[in-house]
């Protein structure tokens, strides 16, 4: 089993849509849990990050982290064509910087 | 803020020659620093953390006399691919901290390595 799992997609959804973006993992030592954006052939951009359980919100996204689960979500409100790129979840544990990344959903908002 | 900039955006080499890309955090102090490797539709893979003024803690099966990496300062570090081969061709991406309460790494825009 790899340590984070993530659908690649492709995703496509209509302009206005809520977006679900998920991760399962296996390490039960990862505490801090991150989302990226890729737009194609760019570095990935950091959107949000969480530390341990719990929800937090910024503009149109929210992180959920359900450690019991072992399971994280990105949702993505009235989603926007600017939106579409590739979505990769990352994370790690409290010991030391290393982040173990999915492998990315591809997105496409369609106008 | 935390904005990483990486220079140069792509590059061709002939094979066996050495390539360097710089990667510059530009509006803070980086702690640390990290490079990747990512394969078309995969993920990243991490090669090497470095820490400024020390050597660099490489991942395993990355060749550290192949993917010569310095910290030199807060804001600079560098990569080079020695003796450059077709099968080093990548999407080569940087990343530095500065250390927050969550080690967040923010991302360079990363740089496309052709050797031919």
């Known amino acids: 089993q790899k340590e984070v799992e993530q659908d690649p997609g492709p995703l496509s959804v209509p302009e206005g849509a809520i977006v679900s973006l998920n991760c399962t993992y296996s390490?039960?030592?990862?505490?801090?849990f991150m989302w990226y954006r890729q737009y194609s052939r760019k570095g990935p951009e950091l959107l949000m990050y969480?530390?341990?359980?719990g929800n937090k919100e910024d503009g149109r996204f929210t992180a959920q982290v359900d450690k019991s689960s072992k399971y994280i979500s990105l949702f993505i409100r009235d989603s926007q064509p600017s939106d579409s790129a590739t979505y990769l979840c990352a994370m790690r544990d409290g010991s030391n910087y290393k982040l173990t990344f999915g492998k990315g959903t591809l997105l496409t908002v369609n106008p | 803020g935390a904005v990483v900039s990486q220079h140069p955006s792509r590059v061709i080499c002939k094979s066996g020659t050495s390539v360097k890309i710089e990667c510059r955090s530009l509006?803070?102090?980086?702690?640390?620093m990290f490079w990747y490797r990512q394969f078309p539709k995969k993920s990243l893979m991490l090669m090497a953390t470095?820490?400024?003024?020390?050597?660099?803690?490489?991942e395993q099966g990355v060749e550290k006399d192949k993917f010569l990496i310095n910290h030199a300062s807060l804001t600079l570090s560098t990569l080079t691919v020695t003796s450059a081969h077709p099968e080093d061709s990548s999407f080569y991406i940087c990343?530095?901290?500065?250390?927050?309460?969550?080690?967040?790494?923010?991302f360079g825009p990363g740089t496309r390595l052709t050797v031919t």
């Open positions: 390490n039960s030592a990862f505490q801090y």
């Open positions: 969480t530390y341990s359980s």
């Open positions: 470095s820490n400024e003024g020390s050597k660099a803690t490489y």
């Open positions: 509006d803070f102090q980086a702690t640390t």
């Open positions: 990343s530095a901290s500065s250390g927050g309460r969550a080690l967040e790494q923010y």
